[in-house]
């Protein structure tokens, strides 16, 4: 590791531990309850007792920031953690036997693939309507396709190592070469398209949100915080600066650990 | 032990078919060491595939026998075969480096045969698993076995399959040209090693080799192969001494000197 990468990394860290800390904090506690509106308070600026000052009805932004940022990023870690799953599951079956169940299941794949994938998400959202749980399930499926390619390319190139030949003439069944032998392998290409796909989901996420999907109000999420302060950009465009700031740092947090991570 | 009769294997592409093993006998007894000589491309690692039962079973089509303790291995049941293999038949590749699984130890990877097969406890496995490796002359097998792949040499690797392979005490080992990707003095040792083996342990070894001299060195008979045809085959020493095929003398004619010459 040179020490350009170093910095990155570096700086990837302290990035995400920041956000990783807003989030927590989302969890445990936020200094006000983020739908209060205090009518005394609109438009207040920043201060000690609102960090971020308020918006337009008088909610603290920096509540709203913690509870948004705790839900980006549980729509986000569901959204990945779907993708991996059914993709990984896809990816081994389809690069380990071949055949045409690999034919069928890849031109579905490319299918789904070939849809943007928040315009997925909107016609599953569409269909089953809005909301949180809703939105996860889209986003996860619109997921899948890119994780199930990264895996079945990866196995198929381990497939055909000596290593499995030589496993399978020990009299290993095909389910123990795929969970013992093959899936273990597949750990250092995950890792790093898990954190891509992370920032993927964010990034979906954010955007869905500020469309006036998924969480629902009057619940704060980041995106649809940065579509409501539109109206106010040009007399308090600090309404829409932290919500928007947070987003970014999210992304560019996990992107320079995801540059960094493995080399 | 193995008797393979008129065994033909055919490819399928997309529109053509290509035949890579025509008609190929040959028969081996318990303890025998058999070579198979031949080119790049003359079938002889697509006949040991089939023997070891490796080939998919589609898109490529098989026919004639193989019969190993009489179960004709081409048309047998998958458990059943999946039986033989790792217990009866053991296979050795020719690219050390590709043959073991990069994130596990060594240990853990000569064991895997034993976890599969049998019901020894940890500490059975890792006894038979160091004298395994004792067996196959690595210097300190303690250590060995608590390594991974690529922290060993290119020989020791070797010795490691060789050690993997053995420990279910197999009637028939399968060396794809093991000794291909090894440098002349390991080649002779791994050679060397392979004798004792077969001397101690009464294994059978089938031995595939694009070096004659390595071959001459190591078997009583010897199959030559060109196209997927066997072209000649018999006793070393004698197909050696006076070869009857132009190919088998232009094959003699190729080797570069007899590393065992080279080495004393």
Request: aromatic share 6%.
């Amino acid at each position: 590791m040179n020490k350009a990468t170093k910095m990155k990394f570096i700086t990837g860290l302290v990035i995400t531990g920041i956000v990783l800390i807003m989030t927590i904090w989302g969890i445990i506690k936020t200094p006000y309850d983020p739908c209060e509106m205090n009518a005394s308070a609109k438009y207040a600026g920043m201060s000690i007792k609102h960090l971020f000052g308020c918006d337009q009805f008088g909610r603290d932004i920096f509540s709203r920031v913690l509870v948004g940022v705790r839900e980006t990023m549980f729509i986000s870690a569901c959204v990945v953690l779907i993708g991996v799953f059914f993709g990984t599951i896809f990816g081994t079956v389809t690069g380990y036997y071949g055949g045409w169940l690999d034919e069928i299941l890849m031109r579905l794949n490319d299918a789904v693939l070939a849809f943007p994938s928040i315009l997925l998400a909107l016609v599953v959202i569409g269909l089953f309507g809005g909301g949180k749980y809703q939105l996860i399930a889209a986003l996860g499926i619109a997921f899948v396709p890119s994780f199930a390619r990264i895996v079945r390319g990866e196995v198929l190139k381990i497939r055909n190592l000596d290593y499995i030949n030589a496993v399978k003439l020990y009299g290993a069944s095909d389910a123990r070469i795929i969970v013992v032998h093959i899936l273990p392998n597949l750990k250092t290409v995950l890792l790093s398209s898990i954190v891509i796909g992370f920032n993927n989901a964010v990034l979906a996420e954010a955007g869905m949100s500020y469309l006036g999907m998924g969480v629902a109000p009057p619940d704060p999420a980041l995106g649809r915080m940065l579509s409501e302060a539109q109206a106010f950009i040009f007399t308090t465009p600090r309404i829409a600066l932290f919500p928007g700031l947070v987003i970014v740092l999210m992304i560019l947090g996990f992107s320079l650990l995801g540059d960094t991570v493995g080399k | 032990m193995l008797k393979v009769e008129d065994l033909c294997i055919k490819i399928h592409d997309k529109n053509s078919t290509a035949t890579v093993v025509k008609d190929v006998d040959l028969e081996m007894k318990k303890g025998d060491i058999l070579g198979i000589v031949g080119e790049s491309g003359s079938g002889k690692t697509m006949t040991a595939l089939a023997i070891a039962g490796l080939l998919s079973r589609h898109d490529m089509e098989k026919s004639g026998h193989i019969i190993f303790e009489r179960i004709n291995l081409l048309e047998c049941e998958r458990r059943v075969l999946r039986k033989i293999q790792g217990s009866e038949i053991s296979m050795i590749f020719q690219e050390p480096l590709n043959s073991l699984n990069p994130i596990r130890k060594v240990g853990w990877l000569v064991e895997e045969s034993l976890r599969i097969h049998t019901t020894l406890d940890k500490a059975e496995r890792r006894e038979r698993a160091i004298k395994a490796l004792r067996d196959v002359e690595l210097d300190d097998p303690e250590a060995v076995y608590n390594s991974y792949p690529h922290e060993l040499s290119g020989g020791m690797r070797q010795r490691v399959m060789i050690a993997a392979a053995m420990i279910s005490m197999p009637k028939l080992l399968i060396a794809d040209e093991p000794t291909t990707a090894l440098d002349v003095t390991i080649q002779a040792q791994i050679v060397e090693l392979l004798k004792k083996i077969n001397r101690e342990s009464g294994v059978a070894i089938l031995f595939i080799s694009h070096d004659l001299s390595l071959v001459n060195a190591l078997c009583e008979n010897v199959l030559v192969m060109k196209n997927g045809l066997v072209v000649e085959s018999g006793n070393c020493q004698n197909i050696f001494d006076n070869p009857k095929e132009e190919y088998t003398k232009k094959l003699i004619a190729a080797i570069p000197g007899n590393p065992f010459d080279r080495i004393k």
